[in-house]
Structure formats: structure tokens, C-alpha cells
């Protein structure tokens, strides 16, 4: 992934990490939110360094059509260059200096992380019985739906009582 | 002294509590209980099943010997004769009434306002007058939202019973009324009548009002401190502990100063993001500040309102009910602010006199009974 998809995508595993965390993992250990954290923000940072210090090979994705990555300095083009897949080419080249943006921008994929960590945690909660902001704002439709499936529930737990 | 008491409305939460409070301590008191027959209480009730799957109220303290419980219907005069039947009473604690924001206007009516005014006809000529107190359970709710005088600093001094009446739903109204038939019962017989005005209660067992904040906080897992500015705009949280309701009712049942008056039963003045703060902490949920200026404020709570109105909308046409009433939504741009100054200068003290100490007390009672979710 180049710097802005990386950024966002940090976001996104953060969230999702969370809901994930909050529905199924906590359940089976706390400690779940700081393992998916170090295994998503390890794995992404490692490969994106290795793309940037062109020890990962990013010229393969010329295979498409409207990818035209140079051969020299492939990865930091590749990098800076977001969307690319997406058919958007800036065509920004590497000049001297852009690597301490590279360093801070690396650095910044935790915060991204953990920004996203803290949103899921707002909107789904934290905690298994925990629904996060997502409570007041969900459609009634499936506020009643839930609702009446709970009491049919504790219903049927009560008659087998 | 051996007394003979009518507690109605007993089987809820206040009714439960209140015969709970005689029993500990008024041994010579005979309670006579009544509140409607089962079935005829499931299909007002709604509230009860749909809010809380784990309700259920003390309603074993009625199978107390001291306790005898007789069904009635305040709506059906026969029934409320049966009551009266070969019985003097020293008091009346009227509590019954349908507390519900959900239901219709004509529903709370019939119920409130004409069942109450069927009561007064039976006690009217079955009682003797001269003795029988009664206390009347009216809501702070029928001021609405009153015009505060304000201190030299502009903040708003908490309103005295004297505020007139404003009631701003459907409920609010029929208490009101309510009360209006009782005055002019009084007037018309000498009825001993006190009034009473407590606001939102709280407490162990309870299902709705400020249950419903406690949930959303818990559900949730946030409580949101929005620090409103100006400081002199900020809203205050009106809160009584059922505990001390109904200890109050007794203590006015007993004071004959108290004939004739109204009283608001409310703890000291606190605000709304101070009592938010101290429930999330309680229920170990994030808690945030969120300062914001008053007319944004205003704006966005008017914006959710709306929201909760389309919500209570769609929940009749499903002929079911919203997560929240409407009138409840109202409580997040509404000032409800009122002065307990009257009866504490009676003598009465309160077992809870702050939210601190009322809600600490609500909420570990609802940890403890797992009424409310909790992993520890």
C-alpha cells in the first residue's frame, strides 16, 4: 500500500479490529486488542518500508493496463504515488529530502491505527454488552427487531426453567 | 398508634417501596394495598416487559401479614367501594396512576384524572373526613419548563412550589388535571389532602425514566459530559430516591403543618454533566468533556428530538414502542430545575440528599442484581 492508503487503511483495521474485538474477541481474552494491533501495524509497516526500500519489487503491477511505474526507484514511486492501482498517477518523483517525510509518515500509520481503534470503539463499544454510539443512532426497525428476539429469548429461557 | 392505611398503586415501584417503609417502621400501622387485578396490569403496564426483561418490583412484601391486598380498579367504581367497605382510614397514600409518556392522552385521563376523581366520590361518603389524610403523588412535571428568577448572577434559582403550571406532555398534563380534581375535592369536603411533586425517581427496582439513562450509558459504554456555555446556561439534573419519596410521604402524612400544601421532592440542585460523569465512573464506562456553546447545543438537541419523534412515529405504526419516549428526550435542552427548601425547612432530611449518594446506591444495586450488564 503507498502512504495515503496506508493511512486510511490504517484507519479502517483500526475500526474494524475494534468491532471485531467488542463482538467476538474479548470474550475469549482481553488482551486481543493489543495483539490485533501489533499484528495489523507490524505487518503493514514492514511491508511498506520494504516496498519503499525497493526490497519488495513493486514493478509487477505494470501487468495492468494503466499502471506505468519507472523501473528506477520503483518503490518510492510506488509509495508516494497513492491510488495508483486505482488508475490515479500523480506522477510525483522522489527528491532528496522527501525521506523524513517518509520516516514521519511511517510513523504516523500507529496513530492512524490508533485513531481508527478509538472510532470503533465510540460507535460499537468496548466491552461485549456494549454497543457504542451506534445504540442511539441505529434504525428502530432494528432496535425492535432485536428487541423482540431478546424477550422471545428469555421467554423461551424462562419456560425451559 | 395503631393507624389503618390505603396504599394504591402497590404492586409498582413507588406502591412497593412505600408498604416496604411502613412495614420497617410503623409496626401498628395495618395496610390496606390495591392495585389492578394482574391481567388488567400486563395490558397497561407496557412499559414494564418491554424496558427491562429482568423487571420485577418487591411485590412479595404484600404477602405480609400487617399487609392485606385487595384488587381494585380505579377506573370501575364497584371496585373501589369493595375498598371502602366497613373500613375507616386514618390515611390515603394515592400513588396509582398510569406513568407512562407513551400513552395517549385520553388513555392517562381515564385513569389519572376520572380514576381519581371516582376515588374522591367513594371517599367522600365512606370516610370521615376529619380525620383521613391524603396524600397526593403529583410529578414536578407539571411545571414544564418554568420562568426562573435568576441571581444577580444570572444563573437560574431553582423553582419554588408556587410556579404555575406548564405541563409539557401528555403525562405532565394529566397529573395536573389530577391534581385539580383533588383540589377541588378538598375545597368541596375538607379534604386533608397534601400534594406532592417528586421528580424523576430513582432507585433499586426501577424500570423506567432514569433507568433509561443509566442503560444507554451502560449500553453505550460512554457518558458524554457536554460542558454547556455559557456556565449560567448549564442543566441541572432533578432526581429523587425513591427511598426518601416515600419516607417524605410519611413524614407529611404525619405533620398536620402539611394540610393543604405542596411539596417538590427533589434532591439539591446538580447538573446534568456532573451526575453523567459519576455514572459512567459507577459503570466503569468512558467518560468524555465536550465543552459547546448553548445555541449549538440547543440546536443539536433539538435535532436528536426530532429524530426521537420520527422513532416514536414509526414505533406506533409498528404498534410497538421506541428505545426512548419522547417526553424523556426532552430532558437534554429543557431546564428542570427546583427548590426543596419547603420541606426540608418542615424537617424532613433526606437519606439522599445529592445525586452522589442517590445514584451510588441505585446503581450498585443494579451491578449486584446483574439488572444491568457488567463483566465484573
Given at each position: 500500500m503507498s502512504f495515503l492508503e496506508g493511512l486510511i487503511g490504517n484507519f479502517l483495521f483500526g475500526w474494524l479490529n475494534s468491532y471485531l474485538y467488542r463482538k467476538y474477541l474479548r470474550k475469549r481474552n482481553k488482551d486481543w486488542i493489543v495483539f490485533l494491533a501489533m499484528i495489523f501495524i507490524t505487518g503493514l509497516l514492514l511491508l511498506d518500508i520494504l516496498i519503499y526500500l525497493e526490497i519488495v519489487d513493486m514493478t509487477w503491477v505494470n501487468a495492468l493496463p494503466w499502471v506505468n511505474i519507472p523501473s528506477i526507484q520503483s518503490g518510492k514511486y510506488f509509495m508516494w504515488n497513492s491510488f495508483l492501482l486505482f488508475g490515479l498517477d500523480l506522477g510525483i518523483t522522489a527528491q532528496p529530502g522527501m525521506d523524513v517525510f517518509a520516516v514521519f509518515l511511517f510513523i504516523s500509520y500507529i496513530f492512524w491505527y490508533y485513531f481508527g481503534s478509538k472510532f470503533g470503539k465510540f460507535l460499537h463499544g468496548y466491552r461485549p454488552y456494549q454497543q457504542g454510539f451506534y445504540l442511539i443512532f441505529r434504525p428502530v426497525k432494528k432496535f425492535i427487531k432485536d428487541r423482540e428476539k431478546r424477550m422471545k429469548e428469555e421467554d423461551k429461557a424462562k419456560s425451559n426453567k | 398508634m395503631h393507624k389503618l392505611v390505603l396504599v394504591d398503586g402497590a404492586k409498582g415501584h413507588t406502591g412497593t417501596y412505600l408498604v416496604k417503609e411502613i412495614l420497617d417502621s410503623k409496626s401498628n400501622w395495618k395496610i390496606i394495598a390495591t392495585d389492578l387485578p394482574v391481567n388488567k396490569r400486563k395490558e397497561i403496564m407496557t412499559k414494564e416487559r418491554v424496558f427491562s426483561s429482568r423487571f420485577k418490583y418487591m411485590t412479595e412484601i404484600l404477602e405480609n401479614e400487617q399487609v392485606e391486598f385487595i384488587p381494585a380498579d380505579l377506573t370501575i367504581k364497584d371496585t373501589i367501594e369493595n375498598l371502602f367497605e366497613n373500613r375507616k382510614f386514618d390515611?390515603?397514600?394515592?400513588?396509582?396512576?398510569?406513568?407512562?409518556?407513551?400513552?395517549e392522552l385520553s388513555v392517562l385521563r381515564t385513569i389519572n384524572v376520572e380514576g381519581t376523581r371516582n376515588l374522591l366520590d367513594v371517599i367522600s361518603k365512606s370516610q370521615d373526613l376529619n380525620t383521613l389524610r391524603f396524600i397526593h403523588w403529583s410529578t414536578c412535571g407539571v411545571y414544564g419548563e418554568p420562568k426562573y428568577k435568576k441571581d444577580s448572577k444570572g444563573y437560574p434559582i431553582p423553582a419554588d412550589e408556587t410556579t404555575p403550571y406548564n405541563p409539557p406532555n401528555n403525562y405532565s398534563i394529566s397529573k395536573m388535571e389530577q391534581e385539580q380534581v383533588v383540589e377541588d375535592y378538598s375545597k368541596r369536603y375538607n379534604l386533608k389532602a397534601t400534594f406532592i411533586r417528586p421528580a424523576p425517581i430513582m432507585g433499586p427496582y426501577q424500570i423506567y425514566g432514569i433507568f433509561h439513562i443509566m442503560q444507554i450509558v451502560n449500553k453505550s459504554g460512554f457518558g458524554s459530559g457536554i460542558h454547556i456555555y455559557p456556565k449560567k446556561k448549564r442543566l441541572a439534573m432533578s432526581l429523587i430516591h425513591v427511598e426518601d419519596l416515600v419516607q417524605a410521604a410519611i413524614f407529611l402524612a404525619e405533620h398536620d403543618e402539611s394540610i393543604g400544601e405542596t411539596y417538590n421532592l427533589v434532591i439539591d440542585p446538580c447538573f446534568q454533566e456532573d451526575f453523567l460523569e459519576y455514572l459512567a465512573d459507577l459503570l466503569n464506562a468512558e467518560y468524555f468533556n465536550f465543552p459547546i456553546w448553548w445555541p449549538i447545543y440547543k440546536a443539536f438537541s433539538k435535532y436528536l428530538f426530532w429524530l426521537d419523534k420520527r422513532k416514536e412515529k414509526k414505533a406506533r405504526k409498528m404498534n410497538t414502542r421506541p428505545p426512548v419516549d419522547l417526553a424523556m428526550a426532552a430532558y437534554t435542552f429543557h431546564q428542570y430545575l427546583f427548590s426543596n427548601e419547603k420541606i426540608k425547612n418542615l424537617g424532613f432530611n433526606f437519606k439522599f440528599p445529592d445525586y452522589k449518594s442517590a445514584t451510588k446506591d441505585t446503581v450498585e444495586w443494579y451491578l449486584k442484581n446483574n439488572w444491568l450488564e457488567s463483566e465484573y
Open positions: - | 390515611i390515603i397514600f394515592h400513588i396509582a396512576s398510569l406513568y407512562d409518556y407513551f400513552a
